[in-house]
């Protein structure tokens, strides 16, 4: 059964570069397009974007300018970064495939002074 | 706003037929398949349905998905207390250089 962890800082300073990992366990980070997902406070899901393996991406337009999401296949990880935050960014952050609903629990990233 | 459009919210008593609607456009529940996810406050959501009307192994099947033309719809007979949860529809859009589409979210509250 895949598995998938978040981590990295629950709290990030306004105009500063939020920093995510997602650790895949339990299958090859080589399967599928691994996507980042978040989720505002109350309110719906947002598509970040994606990665394949070989480095591929595809981001969401309204975030391409600030994002940059990267593979490390030999540690089966894949990571985001979201540049110059506002409190706008503050959300649950999730990885996963959105095809198949391996997703990981979830991490709160506050963005605050 | 959100580019898919579900209703805010649905409701019903046990055992009753819920449906929650999800509308898109040509580029994409026109053109990709649409999934749904269920999620219970404070949880992941979890993939409730596939490719229009195919349920992930452990999904009851009391829940069924259908698509037509740019709209799809969830469908939840004999409605349970634990069925009681947010519900969102997903689909790829075609448009610029492709990218993942969600539906606001449906509350469905069991009376």
């Known amino acids: 059964q895949v598995q998938l962890q978040e981590s990295g800082p629950g709290l990030v300073k306004p105009s500063e570069t939020l920093s995510l990992t997602c650790t895949v366990s339990?299958?090859?980070?080589?399967?599928?397009?691994w996507s980042w997902i978040r989720q505002p406070p109350g309110k719906g899901l947002e598509w970040i974007g994606y990665?394949?393996?070989?480095?591929?991406?595809n981001y969401n337009p309204s975030l391409k300018s600030r994002l940059t999401i990267s593979v490390d296949t030999s540690k089966n990880q894949f990571s985001l970064k979201l540049s110059s935050v506002t409190a706008a960014d503050t959300a649950v952050y999730y990885c996963?495939?959105?095809?198949?609903?391996?997703w990981g629990q979830g991490t709160l990233v506050t963005v605050s002074s | 706003q959100s580019v898919l459009t579900q209703p805010p919210s649905a409701s019903g008593t046990p055992g009753q037929r819920v449906t929650i609607s999800c509308s898109g456009s040509?580029?994409?529940?026109?053109?990709?398949?649409v999934y749904w996810y269920q999620q219970v406050p404070g949880m992941a959501p979890k993939l409730l349905m596939y490719?229009?009307?195919q349920r992930p192994s452990g999904v009851p099947d009391r829940f069924s998905g259908s698509e037509s033309g740019t709209s799809a719809s969830l469908a939840i007979s004999g409605l349970r207390s634990e069925d009681e949860a947010d519900y969102y529809c997903?689909?790829?859009?075609?448009?610029?250089?492709?990218?993942?589409?969600f539906g606001g979210g449906t509350k469905v509250t069991v009376l």
């Open positions: 339990g299958g090859s980070i080589s399967s599928y397009y």
């Open positions: 490719r229009n009307n």
């Open positions: 990665i394949y393996y070989t480095g591929s991406t």
């Open positions: 996963g495939t959105v095809t198949k609903g391996y």
């Open positions: 997903a689909a790829w859009d075609d448009s610029m250089s492709g990218f993942w589409v």
């Open positions: 040509s580029s994409n529940i026109g053109s990709n398949d």
